[in-house]
């Protein structure tokens, strides 16, 4: 896990930097510095993040869920995971699919053509399974929440928002087994 981890985290952090950096108008300084204060940032992400994940949690708790939910629990449960774990995977993933898809792609393609881009690689639109759709319909709204977050606020705050809600998902699914 810690080799997917780092792999997401330089990969894909470096290609949006990279994207940045040498196609688009902004400094690596002021995509960082953001539009918002770095606290206003950090506590909208945070926020962002939980109410994401709780509605999250609500989904895959529905009594129509109920074999998704046991085909993501195999699944997530393959790996022994620890807190700490969730925490570095969530940190990985929240920075560094950002860093592509927010501050690299989301600029090229729009917030809403990159949300529906980043949730059909992560496999939630699936015209043969409705109940993945359902949810894939609302990770589209969450995952524009975040690019409109990097837009308005930073992406600090989109970072942020991806990491606390992968770490709350995680944790339900992983340590507390629900």
């Not at 918002?36 to 708790?61: C, D, E, M, R, Y």
């Not at 977050?149 to 629900?178: N, Q």
Request: charged share 10%; with cysteine; aromatic share 16%.
């Amino acid at each position: 896990m810690s080799i997917l981890g780092w792999a997401t985290l330089l990969g894909f952090g470096l290609a949006g930097l990279s994207l940045v950096y040498f196609f688009q108008q902004t400094s690596l300084i002021d995509l960082f510095e953001g539009h918002w204060s770095i606290p206003n940032q950090l506590f909208a992400g945070l926020l962002s993040g939980i109410v994401g994940a709780f509605i999250s949690l609500k989904i895959i708790n529905a009594p129509f869920f109920r074999k998704e939910k046991q085909k993501y629990n195999a699944l997530i449960n393959t790996w022994p995971w620890t807190i700490k774990g969730i925490i570095f995977i969530s940190i990985c993933a929240g920075v560094g699919e950002e860093l592509l898809f927010r501050a690299g792609i989301q600029p090229f393609l729009g917030l809403w053509v990159t949300a529906i881009l980043f949730v059909l690689i992560h496999g939630y639109l699936n015209p043969w399974n409705w109940r993945i759709s359902v949810y894939g319909t609302v990770m589209i709204l969450f995952i524009a929440l975040l690019g409109y977050l990097f837009e308005r606020a930073g992406i600090l705050s989109a970072m942020v928002a991806h990491a606390v809600f992968d770490a709350v998902l995680l944790y339900w699914i992983a340590i507390k087994k629900f």
